[in-house]
Every structure is written in structure tokens, then in C-alpha cells.
């Protein structure tokens, strides 16, 4: 059963909590509230702010287990916030470890941070959970992407756009990176995993069993990463990883050389990505 004065209250006190840059949000000159703002949370969680008013004043409606998840991600809970938030609004809470979509809320800060640099936060499967705006328009908007297309080695074998803004002599190369990496996957989760379900929608793309049949393991991607970007040309930027072991989720931040053309490039992207975002 929901306790509606228990989750009222308990929605109350985190978002009192928290300040504005520890979500990435300007504090702005004018500001006197103590915390955040209700409308700012249910920006953060892509709801309404009468929907997450009501919620606080304790008069909202049974919020289904998506709009807990989404409030939890949008307050930067922990682990043990969100499995209480759940319970709170009569819900079990989800499982944890790699299967899970929850962002831990030590990569959500230092991604919020991010503001000027290509990043995002995968799962173990390549599927982008979070995004920066630079890195948005760098790799495009993950958030459209539904069912197993969300895996980048996925899309690699299955759709030819994939493989447009990467140079002809890397291709080979990522798609045994992909292969192989699917490979450990599927021998640490076990023949019932998400992994499992991969391999299993791929059997049937020639390019996909050609290297899968190679039985390859160990092949690690370049730290140097190349693309093709259609606004501003080529990039060669570096991929640096900070992995959240409890989760199996990493963060990818790329970043350009100091003074050199992918430098200037990046800044220009940051302009134009900007202005298509309006």
C-alpha cells in the first residue's frame, strides 16, 4: 500500500536537501528557496510540477514504477533512497546490478558537471542511459532509441548508419571490439541475460556470425576514437572510462587535444548542437 504522508515527506526532505549545482543547475543571483525548487525537480523528472506538487502536499495519484524511477534518478538518490522511495509509494523496488537502468548518483554529479564536454553513461551492453548536451550532439540523442537497438554493438551489426562516422580501416576492428566484448558478457551473466538475448537477435546478420564464429575474446577498443561528424568534419578525440562497479555502469567523457583542430571543432560543435536544440 502507498503511504502517501511517508512519501510526501520523504520527497519533502531530499529535495530541500539538494542544491542546485549538485544537480547541474545554475543557482542564479535571486534565488532564497532552501533547496530545490518543486518545478525543478519535476524537470529533473520529466514530469509535471502540479503532477509532483500534489505528491509532496500528499493529494497525487498512485504513481506508477516508472514515475518513481524517474523522481528517484531526477533527486539523485542512492541505492537505498530509491529501494525506500519505493516501498514508500507501494511498489517492490527493482533489482540492482547490471540489469538495472539506475544511474548511481556520484556519476549523475559528475556528469551534471560536464557542461562543456562530450559524455555519457552506458550500461554494460552499450546502451546510454545519460547524456550530456555536447555529447548529444556529437552521437545523437539516445533517448529515442527502445528494445534492442538501445546496445550500440547491436546497432553496429544491424544498421549501416551506424558505421558512417567511423573511418573504413577501424571498422573491422569494432566490430570484433563488439563481438568479443558480447562474448564475456554472455559467459559472466549466464545463457538467461540480457546478453543472451542479444546474441540470440543477431545470429542471423552474416557480418555479426562472421566474427562471432572467431570465438575472440580480450579485444579491447582504441582509447583514441575517430569520428565523422556531418556538421563539423572529422574528430579525433580520447575516450576516458570511470566505472561504477556496483552497477557495471561506465562514463565515457571524450575530449579533444588542447589548441588542436578536434579542440576548435568541439567548440564549434557546442555552438551549432546548442542553436538545434532550440
Known amino acids: 500500500?502507498?503511504?502517501?504522508?511517508?512519501?510526501?515527506?520523504?520527497?519533502?526532505?531530499?529535495?530541500?536537501?539538494?542544491?542546485?549545482?549538485?544537480?547541474?543547475?545554475?543557482?542564479?543571483?535571486?534565488?532564497?528557496?532552501?533547496?530545490?525548487?518543486?518545478?525543478?525537480?519535476?524537470?529533473l523528472s520529466h514530469m509535471s510540477t502540479d503532477y509532483y506538487a500534489r505528491l509532496e502536499r500528499g493529494t497525487g495519484p498512485h504513481p506508477s514504477e516508472q514515475m518513481v524511477t524517474a523522481i528517484a534518478q531526477g533527486l539523485h538518490l542512492s541505492l537505498d533512497e530509491r529501494d525506500h522511495l519505493f516501498r514508500l509509494a507501494g511498489h517492490n523496488p527493482p533489482s540492482r546490478g547490471p540489469a538495472s537502468d539506475f544511474v548511481a548518483p556520484g556519476l549523475l554529479r559528475i556528469l551534471d558537471r560536464l557542461t562543456d564536454t562530450p559524455a555519457e553513461i552506458i550500461t554494460e551492453l552499450g546502451e546510454t542511459l545519460r547524456q550530456t548536451p555536447l555529447g548529444i550532439a556529437l552521437t545523437g540523442d539516445a533517448s529515442t532509441r527502445r528494445g534492442p537497438e538501445r546496445s550500440v554493438g547491436y546497432r553496429w551489426f544491424t544498421d549501416p548508419r551506424m558505421r558512417a562516422p567511423y573511418p573504413p580501416e577501424e571498422r573491422e576492428q569494432l566490430s570484433r571490439v563488439y563481438a568479443a566484448g558480447l562474448r564475456e558478457l554472455l559467459a559472466l551473466r549466464g545463457?538467461?541475460?540480457?546478453?543472451?538475448?542479444?546474441?540470440?537477435?543477431?545470429?542471423?546478420?552474416?557480418?555479426?556470425?562472421?566474427?562471432?564464429?572467431?570465438?575472440?575474446?580480450?579485444?579491447?577498443?582504441?582509447?583514441?576514437?575517430?569520428?565523422?561528424?556531418?556538421?563539423?568534419?572529422?574528430?579525433?578525440?580520447?575516450?576516458?572510462?570511470?566505472?561504477d562497479p556496483d552497477q557495471s555502469h561506465r562514463l565515457l567523457v571524450y575530449t579533444a587535444v588542447p589548441g588542436s583542430e578536434s579542440d576548435e571543432k568541439l567548440r564549434l560543435l557546442a555552438v551549432v548542437g546548442a542553436d538545434l536544440q532550440r
Not at 526532505?13 to 542546485?20: G, I, V
Open 191 to 243: 545463457p538467461r541475460s540480457r546478453a543472451a538475448e542479444l546474441v540470440a537477435a543477431l545470429e542471423d546478420h552474416a557480418e555479426f556470425r562472421r566474427v562471432w564464429d572467431a570465438q575472440e575474446i580480450g579485444i579491447r577498443p582504441t582509447e583514441l576514437k575517430r569520428f565523422a561528424h556531418p556538421v563539423v568534419g572529422d574528430l579525433a578525440l580520447h575516450c576516458q572510462t570511470l566505472l
Open 1 to 43: 500500500m502507498i503511504d502517501r504522508p511517508g512519501l510526501a515527506a520523504f520527497l519533502r526532505h531530499r529535495r530541500e536537501a539538494l542544491q542546485p549545482e549538485d544537480v547541474g543547475l545554475p543557482r542564479g543571483p535571486r534565488r532564497r528557496t532552501d533547496g530545490l525548487r518543486r518545478e525543478e525537480v519535476a524537470a
